[in-house]
């Protein structure tokens, strides 16, 4: 089913997404966003912009009102609901406030990833492949929680879960990774280790992301190119360095920014020293 | 493209994870696996046991389902005129019933609850009325019934001795839960001010379990009206007793229409009863 | 709480408005009103003469109660296994149905909204509305006396139970742990498998031992309309006036009960 799109390079393709609730609200406005493969994105922008609305659009966890959203040469609108199952494993997703399921183990979480690729009854009774479970391990190795497997999801610290919810991502093979306010429940320190641990997963496995973020700095820090949301619309679209005050204030309204762009300079080179 | 093969086998921690994926096993419901093997034996023997004294009377039963095609015809259409005056006889006495019982069982139950609540009584009435409430929730509503239709004979009268001590055990043991679990702080702060032990009660407590109070009495009420529609099976009188009647006169009509009134009843009941609890919570 | 102004130009407090007084004392006048109405009518229906002499007649009582009949306990082992048989089974039945009515029944897990959940709230709400022992009674006028009407009984009313509560439960989880299963491209079942049943199994669990508890105390008394267990003997032995057997039942159905709630109680805390 490869589109029209197919020869331009984009691994995803947003045309005029809209989005209005029933209670009235436009949460987009026409959104047009292209992602390359493996270009690690941050989407900012104040609460309410859209941010959260725009990656749920991008795999249909909420239905958008108008517009196309185009995978791979794949168009995601419009698919069947067993098609639809079969695209979302392309796309990982990660949440805010982690959103393991909190009772099965920390294995179970991650093997959940699989859950598009495995039959009921299988899945009903833990039985994955042998190549799933290897592969889950050496995931959870690599982010050091290898020891943690049979442990309950509920029983990990914010920073732990928040690794055990890009594992699960990581498990579908996806070749994109919606990432929804990945730090919003973390501190400081922490927010920086996941953030660095998701740009460098990215890069290992070749995945583009669409990351949602409100901390600018975190953004500007981490992602290569940054899109500013603002009620519904993209009013910024360009590289970290060019987010300057001017952008800021189309995104967020007038302040003054001189602190956060410092702040976010100084970060950079505090990271680049060490 | 696969992420398996950016992976080594072998990460840089050394860690073997063929080997651990091998050993790994899914979690089992029961973590010990004596108690687990225990538990599904168990199971397994009490399934055969208690299905071959089930005794189940097979041509009985395929009997029973001809009788009942023939026993659900006899309740169409239900007649809600021919014994009316039973039927609202029967009707009223469980209204009342269900009144009464639970103010009285409401008035009761408060200082029983005060006294089950070991923040706040000492252990002897503590004891006591622990007892009090284990007694009265043990036994099933129909066996106090027939002590007190013994006692005071039949009538809607034992009905309503019934019902409020049954009222009084379920009402104190859930207040009494409620202030054991009452913010101590707020009755310490009370208490600082100098008041005496009722002024304690009245500003301290009272306000912290008045919402429940009033959801449980709603509540209460509702299961008061249901039991009251089976207490006429022991002589205790209220609905129950014209259902038993139509069923022993095979007026099966009458038990019909008696049937429609008592669920379009408890559903009032329980629809109010919702409505008050979501009110004061 | 209402602050109003006195002629003098200060505040008054009060806790209510005059009006809102005025309703408070209304009401209470009338729900007073009420209970002596109702009462007097229960009055009516009563013999006072017995009530005055039920201290007499009580004490006369408790005189032909006491000692139980202890020999009579071996006839009763049979019987109180029966009891105990028609609760477990009655609440095993009750699970099978009730928990795929539960989830037709809540509003996130329901196939269809409009069809589906209102047949299966009013599926929910007839089984409740009936007392155990009213479905007892139609079931032996159909099945004949025996067990099997009892745990029938038992199982259709406790139906209702375990699916209210059930669904309730069902509704209360965590939505976006559901959603970040749907996210995989899990299946509609693997979604309910993965996401929702580990949410709500010690809701479940927790219920289902609760119901279990209620029923062994409702099975007691099946027996007195024929549907089996240690009800039967109660009921004959009353027809007799045979009191200290009486008592030796009520001393085993007590003791059964404690059983049952110590049980009850140990699993829950297991669980939770």
Known sequence: MRGDEAGDGALLRIKGLSKRYPTGDLALDGVDLAVPPGQVMALIGPSGAGKSTLIRCVNRLVEPTAGRVVLDGQEITGLGAGALRRARRRMGMIFQEYALVERLTVMENVLSGRLGYTGFWASWFRRFPRRDIEQAFRLLDRVGLAQMADKRADALSGGQRQRVGILRALMQEPALLLVDEPTASLDPKTSRQIMRLLVELCEEHGLAAIINIHDVALARQFARRIVGLRAGRIVFDGPAEALGAEALTAIYGEEDWSQTIRRADEDEMEEAAA | MSAAASLPARGKTGFDAAAAARAWRPPPLIAAPWLRYAVYLGALAYAVLAFGTLEVNWARAAEGLERGLRFLSGFFPPDFTSKGDDILEGLMESLTMTVVSTVIGIALSIPVALGASRNLAPLPVYLVCRAIIAVSRTFQEIIIAIVFVAMVGFGPLAGMLTLSFATIGFMAKLLAEDIEDIEAAQAEAVRATGSSWFQLLAWGILPQVRPRLIGLSAYRLDINFRESAVLGLVGAGGIGDTLNTSFDRYEFDTAAAVLLIIIVIVLACEYSSSWIRRKVQ | ?272
């Open chain 3, 1 to 272: 709480m209402a602050v109003t102004a006195r002629a003098d130009g200060g505040l008054d407090w009060r806790r209510r408005t005059p009006r809102g007084d005025l309703a408070v004392w209304a009401g209470w006048l009338a729900a007073v009103a009420l209970t002596v109405a109702c009462f007097e009518y229960i009055s009516q229906r009563t013999i006072w003469a017995f009530v005055w002499d039920a201290p007499t007649q009580g004490a006369d009582l408790v005189g032909r109660m006491f000692p139980p009949r202890w020999s009579y306990a071996e006839q009763l082992w049979k019987p109180l296994w029966d009891t105990v048989n028609i609760a477990t089974l009655g609440t095993v039945l009750a699970v099978v149905f009730g928990v795929p009515l539960a989830f037709l029944a809540a509003h996130n897990t329901t196939p269809s909204r409009l069809l589906v959940r209102p047949v299966a709230l009013f599926v929910i709400v007839a089984s409740r509305s009936i007392n155990s022992l009213i479905w007892a009674l139609v079931l032996v006028i159909v099945l004949g006396p025996g067990m099997l009407a009892g745990v029938l009984a038992i199982g259709l009313r406790s139906v209702g139970f375990i699916a209210k509560l059930l669904y309730e439960a069902i509704e209360e989880i965590d939505a976006t742990q559901v959603e970040a299963v749907s996210a995989t491209g899990a299946s509609r079942p693997q979604v309910l498998a993965w996401g929702i049943v580990p949410q709500v199994m010690p809701a479940f669990a927790g219920l289902t031992v609760f119901r279990w508890d209620i029923n062994i105390r409702e099975a007691t008394v099946l027996g007195l309309v024929g549907a089996g267990g240690i009800g039967m003997q109660l009921q004959s032995s009353i027809n007799v006036l045979a009191w200290p057997q009486v008592t030796m039942i009520f001393v085993l159905i007590l003791g059964t009960v404690l059983v049952s709630e110590w049980l009850s109680a140990r699993v829950r805390h297991a669980i939770i």
